[in-house]
C-alpha cells in the first residue's frame, strides 16, 4: 500500500460546499481522503449542460448525499431480475485555498464503473475506459484556486464490447455493478514529485519500483527506482533520502543518492541497489514486511515523499521442482474470489476487504486468484499483511473483441503491473483472458507487456490456453476424466486454477454456460447454498475433497478451488453457490474440510452434521489432528484414526468418518488428540424447539470504523433455549437501529438455515450502536457494537 507526504504543508483546508463548514484534511498516510461530501444520481434525465455546476437548492434536492465507497444501485439478492445498467453521476463542490496556486493538483480514482466521463467545472477533462484499474486526472490549469469548483463524474455501466471483460452482461459470469466503489483521493504537490506509475505511463517506469536479487537468510539486495518527474518550467537539482524500517520501527537502512538535475517539463529516473545483511523474508507463514520511505530533496528542502510496506523474498516455478519460495519447495493450496458483497456490489470498504481475505487465511489457503479482474488494493495489501499469495488477473470471461478490445486490454495489463508490482503477495500475473479463445498474437503481447513492466527474474506469466504463458493454469474440467490433468507432462508448471464445480455440474456442456448437457442431479454437484441442507453440504464439501485430492496425484504446482464466496452474476437469476462460504461470509461445511488441511495451523475439529436428522447420522468430522474421540451423550462411540479411502490418499489431514447403527437425540462431542493429548474439541447439539434469536457481528479481525462506510454482517440466529441453532428455521427477521449507522439489505429477511443476516454500513461519527432483531414467536435480541 503506498502512502504519500506532501511535508511543505501539514494540514490543507478543503472547503466543502455540501457542508456549511470547513473541513480539515490532513495530507499524510491518507493522501488527502477525497470520499465524502458527493452528490449522486441515477438514471438523469438531462444532458450535461453547465447549470449542473451550478449550485442551486431546487436541483440539488433531486441529488443523494452520499459517501465514497458507493454503489449506484442497493442490488437484491433473492430477485431473479438483472442488475442495474445505466447512467450514474456523482459530482463534488470543493474549494481549494488560493496559497496552493502553483502546485500540482490531481484527483486519484480507485476505481469505477466502467466508462466514466470527468468534467471540472464543465469542461470534460478525461474519459477513462475500464472499470477494474485506477486513473487520475490532473486539474493544473483547471482549478479555480480560492473559489468554488465542481468535479462531475458520468458513468455508464452497459455492454460494450470495446472495454474488457467486454461480454454482454445477459451472458456474463460475474456483475458490472456501476459506482464510484473505491476510495478517491485528492493530491496537491509541488511542481517536483514523485510520479504516479500509471499517469507516468512509461515502461517499467513511473512511481516507485522495487525489485530483489541474490536472496538468502544471508543477505538480500533490493533494487529501488524512483521516477521523478518536474513539471516547473526550470530545471531543478534534486537528490533523495531512503530509508528502511523493519515491522518494529527499527532503521535498518539509510542512504541518501547523490544530487541530479532534472529539466524542465521532464523526469528522471533514480536507480539505486541496497544490501541487507540478515533479511526477514516474506511468506505465507512468516509475512515479514518492511517500510521503505523516499524524500525527494530540492533545494535543502524535502518537496515529496512516499512510504511503501515491501517484503523481500524470492521464488520459482519450473516443472521440474515445482513452486519454490525462498528456497523452500511449497504446495500452492489456494481459492477464487470475487470481490462482491450482497447489496452493496463491489463497494466495499477497506476494512471489508481485510474482513474477506482475514476469511481466506482462516480457511487454510495460502493463496487467491483474483478472479476475473484486478481486485482493490487494499485487498492486496491484507494479503501482504497476512502472508496469502495472489495471482492478480486482468479483466476477462468469454470473450475476445476487435483490434481495439484487445489494445485496451494489453493496456489493462500494463496498468495492473504498474499498480500492483510491489506486492510482495503477487506470484502471477494473469495476463490472459479466461476461457476465452485468444489470438496467438494477443497472447504475445500480453505475456510481453507484463516482462517489459517488470524485467526481473521473479516474474511469471499465467493463462489457461497451454502457448506463451510461463505457468499454464487451466481449470480442472478443461481436461477429461478419470485422468483430469495428472497425466501432463510438458516441460511447464501447471496450476489448476479451478475446480470442484463444474465438472460435478455439467462435464461435457464446455464453455456453454446454458446447454447443461448432462447435468449431475442437484444432491451431487457443488453449487450449494446453506439452506439446501447439510446432506447436500456434505455432498459439496465431498467433492472438493475428492478433487483435491486427485490434483495431487499429478505435476501440478498446487491448486485453486472455485470458489471462496457464493455470489450473483448476469447469465443466470440465482446465486452461484459453490462458494465454501456463502454470500453473506457464512461457512459451509466445506470451509472446515479446507481449513484442517492448512499448514502448521493451531488444532482445530469442527463436526460436519447438524446431529437433527435421523436419516442422516453418520458424522464426518474434519480435524488437523492424529485422532478423533466421539461421544453421544457422555457415551464414547469410538476413537480412531484419519480415514484411508480413495479421496484421502493424497491429504495432510484426511477427515475422520464414525458410521453410528443409530440416531439418538442429544450431545455429539468430538475431541481431537495429537500424540497422545488432548487438544481440540467441539460439540453438535439436537436442537430443541425454537425459542429466541441471538445477535453477532462478523468483525474478522478489524473493528468497525466510522466514516469510512465501513460494512458488517449481522446475524440473527434462531435458537432454542439453550442456544443451538434451529437450521431449518426459515422465519423472517426484522432488524432495527439505534446510533448513527445504517441498514442495509432486505428487513425483514427470512432466516436460511436458522440465520437470518443483514449489512450495517457505520455512520460518519464514532460511537455506539444498538441492533434488534425480532420475528414472530420468539424472544427478541439486542447488541451494541462500538465505532471507532
Request: hydrophobic share 40%; aromatic share 10%.
Given at each position: 500500500m503506498t502512502l504519500r507526504k506532501t511535508l511543505f504543508f501539514i494540514v490543507l483546508t478543503i472547503i466543502l460546499s455540501s457542508c456549511s463548514i470547513s473541513a480539515p484534511i490532513l495530507f499524510s498516510t491518507e493522501s488527502g481522503n477525497f470520499n465524502s461530501g458527493w452528490e449522486f444520481i441515477k438514471d438523469p434525465l438531462d444532458s450535461i449542460s453547465s447549470e449542473l455546476f451550478l449550485k442551486d437548492e431546487k436541483q440539488s434536492s433531486t441529488w443523494q448525499k452520499v459517501t465514497l465507497p458507493h454503489t449506484?444501485?442497493?442490488?437484491?439478492?433473492?430477485?431473479?431480475?438483472?442488475?442495474?445498467?445505466?447512467?450514474?453521476?456523482?459530482?463534488?463542490?470543493?474549494?481549494?485555498?488560493?496559497?496552493?496556486?502553483?502546485?500540482?493538483?490531481?484527483?486519484?480514482?480507485?476505481?469505477?464503473m466502467q466508462i466514466a466521463k470527468v468534467y471540472q467545472n464543465g469542461e470534460l477533462v478525461q474519459t477513462h475506459l475500464g472499470g477494474y484499474l485506477p486513473f487520475q486526472i490532473k486539474l493544473d490549469g483547471k482549478i479555480k484556486f480560492g473559489k468554488e469548483n465542481c468535479i462531475l463524474v458520468e458513468l455508464d455501466n452497459r455492454d460494450n464490447p470495446l472495454v474488457p471483460p467486454g461480454k454482454p452482461l445477459a451472458t456474463l459470469d460475474?456483475?458490472?455493478?456501476?459506482?464510484?466503489?473505491?476510495?478517491?483521493?485528492?493530491?496537491?504537490?509541488?511542481?517536483?514529485?514523485?510520479?504516479?506509475?500509471?499517469?507516468?505511463?512509461?515502461?517499467?517506469?513511473?512511481?516507485?519500483?522495487?525489485?530483489?536479487?541474490?536472496?538468502?537468510?544471508?543477505?538480500?539486495?533490493?533494487?529501488?527506482?524512483?521516477?521523478?518527474?518536474?513539471?516547473?518550467?526550470?530545471?531543478?537539482?534534486?537528490?533523495?533520502?531512503?530509508?528502511?524500517?523493519?515491522?518494529?520501527?527499527?532503521?535498518?537502512?539509510?542512504?541518501?543518492i547523490t544530487e541530479q538535475s532534472v529539466s524542465a517539463s521532464?523526469?528522471?529516473?533514480?536507480?539505486?541497489?541496497?544490501?541487507?545483511?540478515?533479511?526477514?523474508?516474506?511468506?505465507?507463514?512468516?509475512?515479514?514486511?518492511?517500510?521503505?520511505?523516499?524524500?525527494?530533496?530540492?533545494?535543502?528542502?524535502?518537496?515529496?515523499?512516499?512510504?511503501?510496506?515491501?517484503?523481500?523474498?524470492?521464488?520459482?516455478?519450473?516443472?521440474?521442482?515445482?513452486?519454490?519460495?525462498?528456497?523452500?519447495?511449497?504446495?500452492?493450496?489456494?481459492?477464487?474470489?470475487?470481490?462482491?458483497?450482497?447489496?452493496?456490489?463491489?463497494?466495499?470498504?477497506?476494512?471489508?476487504?481485510?474482513?474477506?481475505?482475514?476469511?481466506?487465511?482462516?480457511?487454510?489457503?495460502?493463496?487467491?486468484?483474483?478472479?476475473?479482474?484486478?481486485?482493490?488494493?487494499?485487498?492486496?495489501?491484507?494479503?501482504?499483511?497476512?502472508?496469502?499469495?495472489?495471482?492478480?488477473?486482468?479483466?476477462?470471461?468469454?470473450?475476445?473483441?476487435?483490434?481495439?478490445?484487445?489494445?485496451?486490454?494489453?493496456?489493462?495489463?500494463?496498468?495492473?503491473?504498474?499498480?500492483d508490482r510491489n506486492h510482495p503477495s503477487i506470484i502471477l500475473w494473469e495476463a490472459s483472458l479466461n476461457e476465452s479463445d485468444m489470438p496467438k498474437s494477443y497472447m504475445e503481447r500480453a505475456h510481453q507487456a507484463v516482462h517489459e513492466e517488470l524485467p526481473v527474474a521473479d516474474v511469471y506469466t499465467c493463462g489457461w490456453i497451454d502457448s506463451v504463458y510461463d505457468v499454464f493454469i487451466p481449470a480442472r474440467q478443461h481436461s477429461k476424466p478419470p485422468y483430469y490433468w495428472n497425466k501432463y507432462a510438458k516441460d511447464k508448471p501447471l496450476l489448476i486454477a479451478e475446480y470442484g464445480d463444474w465438472e460435478y455440474y455439467a462435464q461435457n456442456a464446455g464453455f456453454n454456460q446454458t446447454a447443461y448437457k448432462d447435468l449431475q442431479t442437484e444432491e451431487r454437484n457443488s453449487r450449494q447454498l446453506r439452506g439446501f441442507g447439510q446432506k447436500r453440504l456434505a455432498q459439496q464439501a465431498l467433492n472438493y475433497?475428492?478433487?483435491?485430492?486427485?490434483?495431487?496425484?499429478?505435476?501440478?504446482?498446487?491448486?485453486?478451488?472455485?470458489?471462496?464466496?457464493?455470489?450473483?452474476?448476469?447469465?443466470?437469476?440465482?446465486?452461484?453457490?459453490?462458494?465454501?462460504?456463502?454470500?453473506?461470509?457464512?461457512?459451509?461445511?466445506?470451509?472446515?474440510?479446507?481449513?484442517?488441511?492448512?499448514?502448521?495451523?493451531?488444532?482445530?475439529?469442527?463436526?460436519?452434521?447438524?446431529?437433527?436428522?435421523?436419516?442422516?447420522?453418520?458424522?464426518?468430522?474434519?480435524?488437523?489432528?492424529?485422532?478423533?474421540?466421539?461421544?453421544?451423550?457422555?457415551?464414547?462411540?469410538?476413537?480412531?484414526?484419519?480415514?484411508?479411502?480413495?479421496?484421502?490418499?493424497?491429504?495432510?489431514?484426511?477427515?475422520?468418518?464414525?458410521?453410528?447403527?443409530?440416531?439418538?437425540?442429544?450431545?455429539?462431542?468430538?475431541?481431537g488428540f495429537i500424540f497422545g493429548k488432548e487438544?481440540?474439541?467441539?460439540?453438535?447439539?439436537?436442537?430443541?424447539?425454537?425459542?429466541?434469536?441471538?445477535?453477532?457481528?462478523?468483525?474478522?479481525?478489524?473493528?468497525?470504523?466510522?466514516?469510512?462506510?465501513?460494512?458488517?454482517?449481522?446475524?440473527?440466529?434462531?435458537?432454542?433455549?439453550?442456544?443451538?441453532i434451529i437450521t431449518d428455521d426459515i422465519r423472517p427477521v426484522t432488524f432495527t437501529t439505534e446510533g448513527d449507522a445504517e441498514l442495509v439489505g432486505d428487513n425483514p429477511r427470512k432466516a436460511e438455515a436458522g440465520i437470518s443476516t443483514i449489512l450495517l454500513m457505520a455512520g460518519k461519527t464514532s460511537g455506539v450502536v444498538k441492533i434488534k432483531a425480532s420475528a414472530e414467536g420468539l424472544a427478541s435480541a439486542e447488541l451494541e457494537i462500538g465505532m471507532h
Open positions: 449506484a444501485n442497493i442490488e437484491a439478492v433473492d430477485s431473479p431480475e438483472k442488475q442495474w445498467q445505466g447512467i450514474a453521476r456523482y459530482r463534488k463542490f470543493f474549494t481549494v485555498p488560493e496559497q496552493f496556486d502553483g502546485k500540482s493538483v490531481s484527483i486519484h480514482f480507485g476505481a469505477a460475474f456483475n458490472y455493478y456501476s459506482g464510484l466503489y473505491r476510495n478517491v483521493t485528492i493530491e496537491i504537490k509541488d511542481k517536483l514529485h514523485i510520479s504516479d506509475p500509471i499517469t507516468a505511463n512509461r515502461v517499467a517506469g513511473g512511481g516507485l519500483l522495487v525489485t530483489y536479487s541474490d536472496v538468502t537468510a544471508q543477505s538480500a539486495q533490493i533494487n529501488v527506482q524512483v521516477d521523478v518527474e518536474n513539471e516547473s518550467a526550470t530545471a531543478k537539482l534534486i537528490s533523495l533520502q531512503i530509508s528502511l524500517k523493519d515491522a518494529e520501527g527499527k532503521s535498518v537502512l539509510s542512504e541518501t521532464g523526469f528522471i529516473q533514480f536507480k539505486q541497489q541496497f544490501k541487507l545483511d540478515n533479511p526477514r523474508l516474506w511468506s505465507p507463514d512468516s509475512p515479514a514486511l518492511y517500510q521503505l520511505n523516499v524524500k525527494v530533496i530540492s533545494d535543502k528542502v524535502a518537496v515529496d515523499s512516499l512510504s511503501e510496506k515491501i517484503g523481500i523474498r524470492t521464488f520459482s516455478f519450473s516443472a521440474k521442482e515445482g513452486f519454490v519460495l525462498n528456497g523452500q519447495k511449497l504446495k500452492i493450496r489456494g481459492t477464487n474470489r470475487h470481490q462482491e458483497y450482497p447489496y452493496i456490489g463491489n463497494a466495499l470498504s477497506d476494512n471489508a476487504q481485510f474482513r474477506d481475505a482475514f476469511k481466506i487465511k482462516q480457511a487454510g489457503f495460502n493463496f487467491v486468484r483474483c478472479s476475473h479482474y484486478s481486485q482493490s488494493p487494499a485487498f492486496l495489501a491484507v494479503c501482504d499483511e497476512l502472508g496469502i499469495m495472489v495471482m492478480d488477473a486482468i479483466p476477462g470471461w468469454q470473450f475476445v473483441g476487435g483490434d481495439e478490445f484487445q489494445n485496451n486490454s494489453i493496456r489493462d495489463a500494463r496498468e495492473m503491473v504498474r499498480r475433497q475428492e478433487s483435491h485430492n486427485d490434483n495431487r496425484n499429478g505435476p501440478a504446482v498446487g491448486d485453486a478451488n472455485w470458489l471462496m464466496f457464493d455470489y450473483k452474476r448476469g447469465y443466470a437469476p440465482d446465486i452461484e453457490s459453490s462458494g465454501i462460504m456463502d454470500i453473506f461470509r457464512l461457512p459451509k461445511f466445506a470451509f472446515y474440510f479446507y481449513a484442517s488441511q492448512a499448514e502448521n495451523a493451531a488444532p482445530m475439529i469442527c463436526i460436519a452434521n447438524f446431529w437433527n436428522d435421523p436419516k442422516f447420522k453418520d458424522v464426518k468430522v474434519y480435524s488437523n489432528c492424529n485422532e478423533v474421540e466421539l461421544s453421544l451423550n457422555g457415551k464414547v462411540i469410538a476413537r480412531q484414526k484419519p480415514d484411508q479411502d480413495r479421496n484421502s490418499t493424497n491429504l495432510k489431514h484426511p477427515p475422520f468418518t464414525f458410521v453410528m447403527t443409530e440416531f439418538i437425540a442429544g450431545k455429539l462431542e468430538a475431541k487438544v481440540a474439541k467441539t460439540e453438535a447439539q439436537t436442537p430443541g424447539v425454537p425459542a429466541k434469536i441471538s445477535l453477532s457481528i462478523d468483525l474478522s479481525g478489524k473493528e468497525l470504523q466510522a466514516g469510512k462506510n465501513d460494512v458488517v454482517f449481522v446475524y440473527a440466529s434462531v435458537t432454542d433455549a439453550a442456544g443451538t
